[in-house]
T-cell receptor, first 116, second 117 residues
Framework: AQTVTQSQPEMSVQEAETVTLSCTYDTSENNYYLFWYKQPPSRQMILVIRQEAYKQQNATENRFSVNFQKAAKSFSLKISDSQLGDTAMYFCAFMSYGGSQGNLIFGKGTKLSVKP | GAGVSQSPSNKVTEKGKDVELRCDPISGHTALYWYRQSLGQGLEFLIYFQGNSAPDKSGLPSDRFSAERTGGSVSTLTIQRTQQEDSAVYLC???????????????FGPGTRLTVL
């Protein structure tokens, strides 16, 4: 069974600084997707970034980038130039590739606070 | 375009009552998921619908939980004889299904917060 672990329950960062959120996962599969979702107090789960495991290049989306280490089963999220609007819960998630199911398996989340 | 919508936004009910939660997926998305988010358990998968195939119910916690999807679009999650431990946020998500590569990125609705008194 796949598991996703986020070891940092809470983190804080000063506005404009850079912060890295950690995520490790366990799977015996070779093909899968990894995601970071953001959940602000509004409760809406918003996709931040996605990585296909077969791609060696790390995904980037504006101020958000990942460090994907497949051998180490690590998938950290780096937020550059942090903004107050980045304050939210961040969830790392795993999804099998090509299966008949495809449900997401989530970590417990990291609560990020961006301070002015 | 319109995203995933869910109703009601909040629902308060008494223990033992039945509740229905509704999800409207993104138009054209054939895959639909229900998840439960609770303080103690985090985010848990409940059920998955894909087109006209039989749903994957492997995540449903008990036989008090059921879901249906009519016409391949709107879905209703029903909880019978609610218990206090059913209190949680129920999230719905939808995605496209990519030929030969399973499902694509899931887009979530705003959730329904269920409180069982």
């Amino acid at each position: 069974a796949q598991t996703v672990t986020q070891s940092q329950p809470e983190m804080s960062v000063q506005e404009a600084e850079t912060v890295t959120l950690s995520c490790t996962y366990d799977t015996s599969e070779n093909n899968y997707y990894l995601f970071w979702y953001k959940q602000p107090p509004s409760r809406q789960m918003i996709l931040v970034i996605r990585q296909e495991a077969y791609k060696q290049q790390n995904a980037t989306e504006n101020r958000f980038s990942v460090n994907f280490q497949k051998a180490a089963k690590s998938f950290s999220l780096k937020i550059s130039d942090s903004q107050l609007g980045d304050t939210a819960m961040y969830f790392c998630a795993f999804m099998s590739y090509g299966g008949s199911q495809g449900n997401l398996i989530f970590g417990k989340g990291t609560k990020l606070s961006v301070k002015p | 375009g319109a995203g995933v919508s869910q109703s009601p936004s909040n629902k308060v009910t008494e223990k033992g009552k039945d509740v229905e939660l509704r999800c409207d997926p993104i138009s054209g998305h054939t895959a639909l998921y229900w998840y439960r988010q609770s303080l103690g358990q985090g985010l848990e998968f409940l059920i998955y619908f894909q087109g006209n195939s039989a749903p994957d119910k492997s995540g449903l916690p008990s036989d008090r939980f059921s879901a249906e999807r009519t016409g391949g679009s709107v879905s209703t999650l029903t909880i019978q004889r609610t218990q206090q431990e059913d209190s949680a946020v129920y999230l719905c998500a939808s995605s496209l299904v990519l030929r030969g590569s399973g499902t694509d990125t899931q887009y979530f609705g705003p959730g329904t917060r269920l409180t069982v008194l």
